[in-house]
């Protein structure tokens, strides 16, 4: 059984010494992990299957320089903060893309809290602690009602409307997502593992049609979905359509800290067809009014 390298995961994020669990030190660690480890699904897009396992997403983390989506970092994380003696928990939630969907709880992601943690600003000492939504938190905040800025933006939680006794977090209206909502109960990584075999798999998935990259910062975020490389931050919105291999693979280690040392020069090549295919099959999918 393979153990996890907290040594090499701290080293990935920049973080000399961890600590002792605090609420300074776990605000700096969720700081340093979405700034240097991205939200990407570049693993399903080159075909090759992962799992679930909070030490494999770490090993990949650490040495390959990778990231993941929501299964993959908040395990990663969770299982690091673990390390460190943190109190954690894995949560079932659900992701509401878009205003018309519909808010479910359907274990398509993994929410964390950490407790134990009293302060000033969460007396109860519980905090909501999510390094896989790829555009949102900056650092944790406190697990009770409220409303919470983050630099230029600006989140909620409360109750969940569609999960009995669980939580709801609004995200940012210039978020990639309208909301997450989350099970109070405490959930096992085995409870994620059909939804990631879908959004791994299945031909209407998300993850499958589309190449997404994001990484949050302390002014904002850059997301590369597509061709599409768009930043966003107090200022407002810039858009640019990375047309050339060069360009686009640029951009990924560049903007995203990917430099793709693990995939071969025609592995390469192939994600780069696939990504162009997929942009130019959208394109004229808008051009036709289809979508």
């Known amino acids: 059984m393979k153990r996890l390298d907290v040594a090499g995961y701290l080293e990935r994020l920049g973080v000399d010494d961890p600590g002792l669990p605090s ?5 700096r660690l969720h700081r340093a992990h979405v700034e240097r480890v991205p939200y990407e699904n570049l693993e399903i897009q080159l075909g090759r299957p992962t799992s679930v396992d909070p030490v494999e997403s770490a090993e990949r983390i650490v040495r390959l320089c990778r990231g993941g989506y929501c299964f ?23 992701v509401q893309r878009t205003g018309d969907d519909m ?3 359907n274990a398509g992601h993994m929410a964390v809290t950490v407790s134990g943690l009293s302060h000033d600003e969460c007396p109860a000492g519980v905090w909501f602690v999510d390094v896989g939504l790829g555009s949102a938190l900056h650092e944790p905040v406190p697990l009770r009602e409220g409303t919470y800025s983050q630099g230029s933006f600006c989140y909620r939680l409360r109750g969940s409307d569609v999960e009995p006794d669980g939580w709801r977090f609004d995200n940012d209206p210039r978020g990639q997502f309208v909301g997450m909502d989350f099970r109070r109960h405490a959930a096992d990584v085995a409870d994620f593992s059909a939804m990631h075999e879908y959004f791994s798999t299945a031909p209407e998935s998300g993850f499958v049609r589309t190449a997404v990259v994001q990484r949050r910062h302390a002014a904002g975020y850059e997301i590369l979905r597509g061709l599409v ?29 990917l430099p793709l040392e693990d995939v071969a020069p025609g592995h390469r090549g192939r994600l780069w067809k696939r990504v162009e295919s997929a942009h130019i099959e959208h394109e004229a999918s808008r051009a036709s009014g289809a979508d």
């Open 72 to 94: 993959h970092l908040n395990g990663a994380f969770s299982e690091l903060l673990l390390a460190l003696g943190y109190r954690v928990t894995r949560h079932v939630g659900g």
């Open 229 to 257: 490389l768009t930043r966003v931050s107090a200022a407002g919105s810039t858009t640019t359509i990375l047309e050339s291999p060069n360009a686009w693979y640029g951009a990924l280690a560049d903007v995203f800290d």
């Open 103 to 105: 808010a479910q709880v």
């Open 23 to 27: 609420v300074d030190s776990l605000r």
